[in-house]
């Protein structure tokens, strides 16, 4: 096999970690125009999940979705990237179950404050819970593995310091989950560092794919 024929499958695997990466760039822009074309919700008292009701409702979902294409193309990316150990392959696993999530949440759009209730907006807050408590255990899995894989061993700090971030973030968003509280601006700073870490986890994984 000569080196071009062993160069050929480790470019091909790195563009999943580019598109995972491309996923992430455009969830950020996606976000920065929601809040130039809706400046009627206020970042505040509102989560980023209610830009997909209204007018522009589609930038949010195709937010969404670029959210799962990401997760997946990314999911797809470590399962071929030599990590071997259980907590990689149930971290894997729970990638899958977020991208399920994410596309219903694409699909079902959120109830807006004092609205009445409805079912997508219930489906909507299920898959919310399920997709944060999915990328929570990921976060947490994923570090555990790199060890035990040279091309990932040092980014193991870098992976735990975000890791931390994320948790300190998360408990943010929990403590302002009350009526006054600027849960809004606690929501978008979790999804800052969640797209910070899906950022710097693709980025390490390309390196990795296309050093094999």
């Keep these: 096999m000569t080196t071009q024929e062993v160069a050929k499958p480790a470019t091909s695997s790195a563009f999943l970690a580019t598109g995972a990466m491309f996923c992430m760039v455009y969830s950020a ?7 130039v074309l809706r400046p009627d919700y206020a970042p505040e008292s509102n989560f980023i999940s209610n830009y997909g009701v209204g007018p522009f409702g589609w930038v949010m979902t195709t937010w969404f979705l670029a ?30 179950i977020e991208v399920v999530g994410l596309v219903f949440s694409a699909t079902f759009p959120t109830d807006l404050p004092g609205a009445p209730p409805t079912r997508a907006g219930h489906i909507h807050t299920i898959s919310f ?4 408590a999915s990328f929570l255990a990921v976060t947490l899995l994923l570090p555990i593995s790199f060890g035990s894989h040279p091309g990932w061993r040092s980014f193991r700090p870098t992976a735990w310091a975000l890791t931390g971030l994320i948790i300190v973030a998360f408990a943010i968003q929990f403590a302002t989950l009350h009526k006054g509280m600027p849960y809004g601006l606690a929501n978008r700073f979790f999804v800052i560092v969640a797209l910070a870490w899906g950022l710097a986890t693709a980025a390490r994984l390309r390196a990795v794919l296309l050093s094999r």
């Design 67 to 96: 959210q799962a294409v990401g997760t997946l193309l990314f999911a797809i990316g470590v399962a071929r990237s030599g990590l071997r150990s259980i907590t990689a392959r149930i971290a894997i696993s729970l990638m899958v």
């Design 29 to 35: 822009i996606a976000l920065l125009a929601l809040h």
């Design 129 to 132: 819970l399920v997709n944060v």
